[in-house]
């Protein structure tokens, strides 16, 4: 049987713009932004890993929880690389 997908659209993250396009006080902002998103699917990750273990041999539970914990590990991979790649847009506009 087919398993739905988890009902949790993802996460929105900053869109890159060009880089000429962004100041460096909106560069800040999505920083932030992108700082908060990353704490927040981190708490996720960890609440998911908690529940993975908690679940035991319930197989159902367990392929659940760990299609919606690849989905959280994908999107925190992302906003991390946003998170890198605005830092170093920060860094080259400081030099």
């Known amino acids: 049987a087919m398993m739905p997908a988890p009902s949790q659209a993802p996460a929105s993250a900053p869109s890159l713009a060009p880089v000429s ?3 460096m006080s909106t560069i800040r902002h999505e920083l932030r932004a992108t700082d908060k998103l990353v ?7 960890t609440q998911l890993e908690t529940q993975l273990v908690d679940a035991g041999a319930d197989h159902e539970v367990l392929r659940t929880l760990g299609a919606e914990l690849g989905v959280v590990v994908a999107e925190l991979e992302a906003a991390e690389e946003l998170w890198l ?4 847009e920060a860094e080259s ?3």
């Open 21 to 23: 396009a962004r100041s």
């Open 39 to 45: 704490a927040r699917l981190t708490k996720k990750r």
């Open 85 to 88: 790649a605005l830092s170093d």
């Open 93 to 95: 506009r400081k030099a």
